[in-house]
Nanobody, 118 residues
Framework: QVQLVESGGGLVQPGGSLRLSCAAS????????MGWYRQAPGKQRELVLT???????NYGDFVKGRFTISRDNAKNMVYLQMNSLKPEDTAVYYC????????????WGRGTQVTVSS
């Protein structure tokens, strides 16, 4: 069974940085796209950044150069570097992955809390 496990969340002051990591276990195949979504209290889950196996990225408007994504295809891992964090970035951040085959197979992690507060 494939599992995505996030790490690296926590409490950070405004203007600070965090690096999230996501590791896939139980997977013997490479994901096509991987990335991150987030959900703040009372809001819908939204796209943060995704990256294809070839390195193309897609991102939410709020990223504006503050966040970057990278992946290690060999290890089936994806990372999110977040800089210049703002209180409105406070949310649960979810790792996401998709594999295209006979249909679309979507996987989610359980999430890691990021809190930006002084």
């Amino acid at each position: 069974q494939v599992q995505l496990v996030e790490s690296g969340g926590g409490l950070v002051q405004p203007g600070g940085s965090l690096r999230l990591s996501c590791a896939a276990s139980g997977s013997i195949f490479r994901f096509d796209d991987m990335g991150w979504y987030r959900q703040a209290p009372g809001k819908q889950r939204e796209l943060v950044l995704t990256i294809t196996s070839g390195g193309r990225t897609n991102y939410g408007d709020f990223v504006k150069g503050r966040f970057t994504i990278s992946r290690d295809n060999a290890k089936n891992m994806v990372y999110l570097q977040m800089n210049s964090l703002k209180p409105e970035d406070t949310a649960v951040y979810y790792c996401w992955a998709i594999r295209y085959g006979n249909g679309e197979f979507v996987y989610w992690g359980r999430g890691t809390q990021v809190t930006v507060s002084s």
